[in-house]
């Protein structure tokens, strides 16, 4: 059977009773009321255990009830069966760093409802499911983030950081953070960096008080850093969130045990950096008709002007950030070879 619609599926935590319940045949008078059985697929469930090759998913008014091989798991009559036949079904993707609705095509300065849900349908379409905007958030992404809660959700979920909080002085900041804080935010987003050299990072005893006043007010901070020395010192003063790689150099023991005692999550965001040289050339992924399915050609044409591509390979940025790819990528794999959060 030829699957002609796309199905999104979020693994919920009815899929850990699942595997402990839902193993008996079901008999004909079982109650099928919205019950969904997804058929032919290869399900990964994303917990370490082996890919079941040809599997059923029994789901029930948005939840999973039920996951096995389809050699152990009858179909109730009566219940909606969809065919997945050759494809592969896995848990939602989650951006846990992104900022949405800013850019339309290749400007910014385009942040309102319409374009936070053209962009958030988008990331469903790929499965994404939820991503958490870290910066350049407004009242229209609260109000989406307050919305999501109702069923049949036909786009990605956000979660909210507001103003990335800046200031040269602790006043100015910590105004920051009650705006952002009275808006209702889900995080708080600093940055310390000096872009290459070029800005004045946020100082220690600045982002220390940020970070203990958004504690102060029930919220979680996510920290922009790209030095190994201001990422240990993020971690000492509370960050709860890094929410980039270390790229300056490769990680020590030091760090690596700064991480395995606050449990705080390292997040590697490899794609900013590959962001800013890929355009270059042309990717091998314009060729890729995954990526093709919803792409916006008359943007990859820009994206290939030869122009464009002359000022991207001449751009000092965007070759330093091509050698700290190569950093950030050591770094990831050191740090989830260590079993640290990733």
């Known amino acids: ?46 917990t370490g255990a082996d890919v079941i090759p040809d599997g059923v998913l029994l789901i029930r008014d948005g939840r999973i009830m039920g ?62 499911t939820s991503v958490n905007s870290l910066g350049g958030d407004g009242p229209a992404g609260i109000l989406l983030r307050d919305e999501q809660t109702a069923s049949g959700l036909n786009r990605a979920r956000i979660f909210v950081a507001g103003s990335v909080v800046t200031g040269a002085t602790e006043e100015a900041a910590l105004s920051m953070v009650q ?3 009275d808006m209702g935010v889900d995080w ?30 029930g919220i979680r901070l996510a920290s922009h850093l790209f030095y190994q020395d201001d990422a240990k010192a993020l971690l000492r ?28 999550c390292y997040s590697p965001t490899l794609t900013r950096e ?7 050339d042309r990717p091998d992924f314009f060729d890729d008709p995954f990526f093709l399915a919803h792409a916006e050609l008359a943007i990859l044409d820009l994206l290939q002007e030869p122009d464009r591509q002359a000022r991207v390979r001449a751009s000092a940025s965007a070759q330093q950030y091509k050698e700290a790819l190569q950093v950030a990528m050591r770094n990831v794999k050191r740090v989830a070879d260590a079993g640290l959060p990733v």
């Open 274 to 280: 590959l962001s800013t040289f890929i355009y270059e």
């Open 1 to 46: 059977m030829r699957i002609t619609r796309t199905v999104h599926l979020v693994l919920t935590v009815g899929l850990i009773l699942a595997f402990a319940t839902c193993t008996g045949r079901s008999s004909d008078d079982t109650d099928v009321g919205g019950l969904t059985a997804v058929v032919g697929a290869r399900i990964w469930d994303g």
């Open 179 to 181: 705006e952002n804080a």
């Open 67 to 128: 996951v096995a091989p389809a050699d152990e798991l009858d179909i109730p009559s009566g219940a909606d069966v969809v065919d997945l036949q050759g494809g592969t079904v896995v848990p939602g993707l989650i951006n846990t760093h992104g900022h949405v609705g800013d850019v339309l095509g290749l400007e910014g300065g385009h942040y309102d409802r319409d374009n936070l849900i053209r962009q958030l349908r988008l990331y469903a379409e790929y499965g994404v």
């Open 237 to 264: 003063a509370g960050s709860d969130f890094i929410a980039h790689s270390v790229r300056d150099e490769d990680v020590d023991e030091e760090f690596l045990g700064l991480l395995r005692e606050t449990g705080v």
């Open 188 to 217: 708080m987003k600093i940055r310390v960096d000096d872009n290459l050299g070029s800005t004045r990072k946020m100082s220690p005893e600045i982002f220390s008080a940020v970070i203990e006043r958004s504690h102060d007010l």
